[in-house]
């Protein structure tokens, strides 16, 4: 379980269910409700998660746009 702890900018809230990543994928995998440091709050994989392929909920990425 990774409630309660950090990736990144997210920290994992609750479960949020077992989903299927895409519609090729034949298993399931357990997501999770996280709240970035932004305060926003996104549903991600834990695969996802677990190998940092996300790491906040997008606002870097407009942070970034902003700054250049």
């Known amino acids: 379980m990774l409630v309660g702890k950090k990736f990144g900018n997210l920290t994992v809230i609750e479960s949020a269910g077992e989903k299927r990543i895409s519609s090729v994928s034949k298993y399931d995998s357990p997501h999770y409700l ?35």
Do not use: T
């Open 34 to 68: 996280c709240e970035c440091a932004c305060g926003n709050q996104v549903v991600v994989s834990g695969p996802s998660l677990e190998y940092n392929i996300v790491k906040d909920c997008g606002c870097n990425k407009f942070r970034k746009k902003i700054i250049k």
